[in-house]
């Protein structure tokens, strides 16, 4: 199946950190734009981070610029969002989306279009003492 798996949640307490993976199973990224979305109970679904496939561009909200870090591993198939100094409002539902279409990763962050090619299934990441 053509799909993107992600892995990395759980609970953790404030201060701490988390590495959240993406991989492609049945596809390459080589050639798409990866983003990182997360979705708070009652809340609208925002981008958080989100690299180019072409330049290494990337993009950070706001709230998360300093904290976090977006990579990607061509060879492993696989794209990483490293969460450091996680707090309390960091407590969502994650997911990864890839799109071959992007020009902006900025665009693709603050759209977080449901089209995109393909999403994670999502994982929970709770920050909590």
């Known amino acids: 199946q053509l799909q993107l798996v992600e892995s990395g949640g759980g609970l953790v307490q404030p201060g701490g950190s988390l590495k959240l993976s993406c991989a492609a199973s049945g596809f390459t990224l080589d050639y798409y734009a990866i983003g990182w979305f997360r979705q708070a109970p009652g809340k609208e679904r925002e981008g958080v981070s989100c690299?180019?496939?072409?330049?290494?561009?990337?993009y950070y909200a706001d709230s998360v610029k300093g904290r976090f870090t977006i990579s990607r591993d061509n060879a492993k198939n696989t794209v990483y969002l490293q969460m450091n100094s996680l707090k309390p409002g960091d407590t969502a539902v994650y997911y990864c989306a890839a799109d071959s279409r992007i020009t902006s990763v900025e665009g693709m962050c603050v759209i977080g279009h449901p089209n995109y090619d393909y999403w994670s299934q999502g994982t929970q990441v709770t920050v909590s003492s």
């Open positions: 690299i180019s496939s072409h330049d290494g561009s990337t």
